[in-house]
C-alpha cells in the first residue's frame, strides 16, 4: 500500500439529485502545468438516470502535436472524493492510478485516512482499463461501473480576452458566443461512470477531486 500526500489545488462542488455540472480551470502555482495540474472537474448525471459519471481533466492546453506524447503520471493518484453526510469530511473514495498502459481503479469505498494523505485501497473493488490513444478510445465496464482514461478535447469555454477587457474596463459583458480561449487544445481525462447507490442514492453529496503524489 503506497502512501500519497496532496499537492495540487482542489476542486469541489455540491451535487442535489445528481444534476449540478461545474469546472475549476485554476491550480495552486507550485503544480501548474505539470503532469498532477487538475484543469477541470465535472460530476453530472449519467444518460442512464441511475448513474452519475466523475470527469478529472489535467494536463491541459496540450496542443494536437504535442498529446501523442503526454502520459499519465504513474506517481500521482487521481482521487475523487464523496461526502454523503455534509461534514466536509470524504466517506468514500474513488481512486486512480496509471500501471503500464493501463489505469487501476479503487472503489467507491470509505478510505483508510481522510485528508492530504491516502493509502490505495487494494482490497476495494478494482476495474481497469487500457489508456486510449488520441485516435483510438477505449471503455471498460466492470461491477456495474464504467470507465476511461486517456486524451479528449479539452470541454473547458472560456473567452480569456474578452474577460481581459471586462476588468480592464474596457467591455461590460461576454459576446455571445464570444471566442473559445481553448479550442483546438486538449486534456487527460479520467472518467467513471457509478451508480447512484454506490455513492449516496439521490440525495445530495459534496464531491471534489485530488492529485496526489507518491512519497
Not at 19 to 44: K, N, Q, R, W
Not at 53 to 75: K, S
Not at 124 to 150: C, H, L, Y
Amino acid at each position: 500500500m503506497r502512501n500519497m500526500k496532496i499537492y495540487v489545488g482542489i476542486g469541489i462542488i455540491a451535487i442535489t439529485g445528481f444534476l449540478l455540472v461545474a469546472a475549476d480551470h485554476i491550480d495552486a502555482p507550485a503544480v501548474s502545468g505539470g503532469t498532477s495540474d487538475i484543469t477541470d472537474f465535472y460530476a453530472f448525471q449519467a444518460e442512464d438516470t441511475d448513474n452519475v459519471v466523475f470527469v478529472a481533466n489535467l494536463q491541459g492546453l496540450l496542443a494536437p502535436g504535442a498529446t501523442d506524447n503526454a502520459a499519465f503520471d504513474e506517481n500521482v493518484l487521481i482521487e475523487f472524493n464523496i461526502d454523503t453526510n455534509q461534514d466536509n469530511v470524504e466517506d468514500l473514495v474513488i481512486q486512480a492510478i496509471p500501471r503500464d498502459g493501463k489505469m487501476y481503479f479503487f472503489g467507491p469505498a470509505a478510505p483508510n485516512t481522510t485528508g492530504l494523505n491516502s493509502t490505495i485501497l487494494t482490497s476495494a473493488t478494482q476495474s481497469s482499463v487500457d489508456i486510449s490513444t488520441r485516435m483510438t478510445p477505449v471503455t471498460e465496464e466492470n461491477a456495474g461501473m464504467k470507465f476511461f482514461a486517456g486524451p479528449r478535447d479539452d470541454p473547458f469555454f472560456m473567452d480569456f480576452a474578452q474577460y481581459s477587457d471586462i476588468i480592464a474596463g474596457n467591455a461590460s459583458g461576454f459576446d455571445n458566443p464570444g471566442s473559445d480561449t481553448f479550442a483546438g487544445s486538449n486534456v487527460l481525462s479520467v472518467v467513471v461512470e457509478v451508480p447512484k447507490s454506490m455513492v449516496g442514492g439521490s440525495g445530495t453529496v459534496n464531491t471534489w477531486v485530488e492529485s496526489k503524489r507518491k512519497q
